[in-house]
């Protein structure tokens, strides 16, 4: 295999770069195994160049040679901030609706939680304290397992797959350190979770004001421009939560660093981009900012909190710090009642009928096991009575 590898941008126009990465891709893709691709995508601007690229890779290759499925995945938490969500299901569309017409053979897909995993499920369902920096229940549930999911059948059908992320070494420090710490000096590197994974990624070189500039100079190939992407970043003021597909890339989701991402994320202390959207004309979302900081407010009131955990024990840390169980189901009713409430007042589905139903049997299935563990520990102390 060619080592096309870009090393140093610093002196190199935009378009040469980009000729550059373009080289890589198809040189890559063109390679004699069948390994089919998946492009993390969360409707980002870098994910978005990722598609982009690969997408006029695929329409200069003659018919013959486009031989190897690329899936454009991407996840819905199902708490999405609204505007994020709809922005991505609308581009997939127009991608896999451009794909078809051309012949590219090109899949979108939209992972999502089990009904069982889903945020409103856990928090209200089985009373989990909405998430912190020390508790971050969501992540793996919501956006690892989902989309780790979906690769594995891959592999399962394949043997391999190569994953493209549009992550860059210049993003962050933390970025750049975890690129450093999986870079194996070749172009694809391990999966550090999935076995049978490849990661490849081929902007991480590139700087932030390369993305911009490149997208605002070249319409997307699928049909359009990237106006109302660029939009979107005007109007939130900042970035995107980033595709997460290992437990180690977590902490950038709910970072100060990532700002797109679940309107209900109660890891990060303000959300920056749901209050750019109010500020920028979309005062219909400040409910969500409302009823998120309302989640805040409540997560550590020993008053809406169990003593004990939902299986009956009480947790005391080695330490001795006292640790309180899940929401009261009080607590719980309060809570989806005010989530009915702010979704009665909006165009948009905060929470399923499915979900409800589900919470409803993870309630009864809770209460009757407690009935049960109470009717236990009172029979075992009428025995010791009597003997």
Known sequence: MDDLRLHDLDDTSIEAAIRGIEAE??????????????????????????????????????????????????????????????????????????????RLPIKTEITRPALSQTFWVNLIGRGYPSPNRTFRWCTDRMKIQPTSAYIKSRIDEAESVVLLLGVRRSESATRAASVKRYDNGERLNRHNDLAGCLVFRPIVEL???????????????????HRKLIKLYRDA???????????????????????????????????RSLEGFVESGFAEFGALLDFRDWLVSIRNDPERRQARRRNGAITITSTGTYVPGPFTMDARQAILDRLLAVQSGLEVELISHAEIEEIKRVWSEELTSNASRRASTTVDMIKKEKA
């Not at 063109?30 to 492009?39: D, N, R, T």
């Not at 013959?64 to 690329?70: G, I, K, T, Y």
């Not at 939560?241 to 209900?264: E, I, L, M, N």
Request: glycine fraction near 8%; aromatic fraction near 8%; proline fraction near 5%.
């Open 207 to 225: 700087s932030t004001d390369d993305v911009w500039e490149y997208l605002g100079e070249n319409d997307a190939p699928w049909g359009g421009d």
């Open 25 to 102: 891709i198809r040189d890559e893709y063109l390679q004699p195994h069948s390994y089919p691709w998946v492009i993390g995508y969360s409707g980002g601007k870098d994910s978005t160049l990722v598609v982009h690229l690969v997408f006029n890779v695929l329409l200069s290759l003659p018919r013959s040679q486009r031989s190897r499925e690329v899936h454009i995945v991407s996840n819905d938490t199902l708490v999405e901030s609204p505007l994020v969500i709809k922005h991505i299901i609308d581009s997939l569309d127009q991608i896999r609706d451009a794909a078809d017409a051309l």
């Open 237 to 271: 003021g900042g970035g995107e939560c980033p595709v997460v597909t290992q437990k180690s890339d977590a902490p950038s989701c709910g970072s100060s660093s990532s700002r797109f991402g679940c309107w209900t994320c109660t890891v990060v202390d303000k959300d």
